[in-house]
């Protein structure tokens, strides 16, 4: 016994094959919906990967199983861990993935390709390489644009042609990917609702629960506190997820020891074979409890987290908020902190996993689903505003008070006249009464495959429930 761990030693690929049949057997959440295929008939591991999932369709016609995918360990390791990923310091709201295609430059960081080429919030995605973001219709098309949206190495270019609605005109801008060291809560501030200094309106935006976001949402919280804030809008329309821990910190440090003590953040249930004991880690299945101290991802472990101990949070929503960024609503909602949703209706993924490092490729399957401490999680179609047209399709559960507001690409982000943080302020004091014209996106109808096929997507990376793993012994 040398006390080290066995390095990893890479098989054939039918060795792959093999080992990713047994442990989708034994951890997938819906195991007994995966066709058996024989693990000698795919040359790759990643392809027969691809195939080792259900493929039912949800109560709204989509793909039950719409996370399931692999990337590069070293590549997932540096977002996660760092926030350094590979982009032009540039975030993309993907309002409609298929054709008639709407994506815009959502959020530009300062110092990258895209601002120094003049992006600004708002532009629209019109052309990649000279294929047509908006009706391309064929695979080689699909496979440029994806390229472009989420290139692979630092140092490559793509010719982008945006419209900007300010002037109505196209501006042609050639973006050059580098390594991007994000700031997953690029903005904190205060709003003084109709000009009234003392009645404080706290705002974040918090795009990222990766690692480095752990010591920013408490310095972030600090402020506000400091600011003596009364209420608080999360902005979180960007927030595909990530760590479960950091979301269960910032739900306790929105809440405070109130409502969160006693109660715990999330609990998770793994498939039949695994009723009370956790699969990866060997231990009994315990809740994610309300962390009430740092666990140590940037910040120092086991230091007392701030709180603002409100009662009510404002968050905003989009179709990219995702996983552990819904697990932060539902958590909250399932200790009687009133959750008022403005925006578009959430991705729907109350699912998680332990990523799966295996010869240099992380894979990712789901595992689990989690649930609130009043039991809820059945959220696969999202969260929706009470006054959306998808709130009479979803469990009444997922129906959240609040506005559908469509995405405002004409302001900055934290400014009180943006459409959701102004219909944010209207609810403040006028509630369900002041919300505009329903104009948020609801659950996307059930696509052909052939359509399907034509989506372009995010890095997936950016759509993750997480736990950790215990380290290695």
């Keep these: 016994m040398t006390g080290q ?39 790759s591991a990643t392809d027969y990967f691809a195939v080792l999932k259900t ?5 709204l016609g989509n ?52 601002a120094s080429g003049g992006v600004l919030r708002g532009w629209q995605v019109m052309q990649i390489d000279g294929v047509d973001m908006v009706n391309a219709d064929d695979a080689a098309s699909l496979n440029t644009l994806n390229a472009g949206l989420s290139p692979s190495s630092a140092g490559e270019s793509h010719k982008f042609v945006f419209l900007d609605p300010a002037t109505n005109t196209q501006q ?25 200094p003392n009645e404080l309106v706290g705002y974040i935006l918090f795009n990222d629960v990766i690692a ?29 997820g990530g760590f479960l821990d950091i979301a269960s910190e910032l739900a306790y440090m929105i809440a405070g020891p109130g409502p969160t003590s006693g109660a715990y953040f999330d609990r998770v249930t793994f498939n039949a074979k695994h009723p009370t004991t956790d699969p990866v880690t060997g231990q009994s299945i315990v809740p994610t409890p309300f962390h009430t101290t740092t666990q140590g991802f940037s910040a120092t472990s086991g230091a007392a987290l701030p709180y603002l101990g409100l009662g009510r949070v404002f968050v905003l929503t989009g179709t990219d908020t995702c996983s552990a960024s819904e697990a932060i609503m539902n958590g909250l909602a399932g200790v009687g902190v009133q959750v008022i949703q403005i925006g578009s209706t959430t991705c729907g993924k109350p699912y ?39 709130a009479a399709k979803l469990d009444p559960k997922a129906v959240l ?28 004091s006028g509630g369900n009464a002041s919300c505009p014209a329903p104009s948020g996106i609801g659950p996307q109808p059930a696509v052909r495959s052939f359509e399907r096929s034509l989506a372009v997507h995010r890095a997936p990376w950016h759509m993750m429930r997480i736990l950790r793993r215990p380290p290695a012994r």
């Design 212 to 240: 480095t976001s752990e010591q920013e949402l408490i310095n972030a919280v600090n402020q506000l506190k400091s600011a003596n804030v009364n209420d608080l809008i999360l902005d979180l329309r960007y927030n595909g």
């Design 5 to 43: 761990r066995y390095p990893d030693v890479k098989g054939s690929t039918l060795d792959e094959n093999f080992w990713l049949r047994s442990w989708t057997n034994d951890l997938y959440l819906w195991y007994d919906e995966v066709q058996d295929v024989d693990p000698g008939t795919y040359a």
């Design 401 to 428: 008070p609040g506005c559908s507001v469509a995405d405002d690409f004409a302001h900055a982000l934290g400014d009180a006249s943006e459409g959701r943080v102004a219909a944010a302020l209207g609810y403040l």
């Design 63 to 114: 793909p039950k199983d719409k996370f399931h995918f692999t990337e590069p360990t070293a590549q997932y390791e540096q977002f996660s861990q760092s926030g350094v990923d590979i982009g032009y310091g540039l975030t993309f709201a993907f309002v409609s993935a298929t054709p008639p295609r709407q994506i815009y430059a959502a959020y530009v960081w300062p110092g990258y390709s895209a």
């Design 172 to 196: 042609t801008v050639t973006l050059q990917a580098a390594q991007v060291n994000e700031t997953p809560v690029p903005v904190v501030t205060t709003i003084a609702p109709n000009g009234v």
């Design 55 to 59: 493929t039912a369709l949800d109560a």
């Design 352 to 390: 998680g996993f332990y990523p799966q490092d295996n010869c240099g490729t992380t894979y990712f399957s789901i595992e689990f689903q989690g649930d609130n401490f009043a039991g809820f999680g059945n959220y696969p179609d999202g969260f929706t505003p009470q006054n959306s047209a998808a």
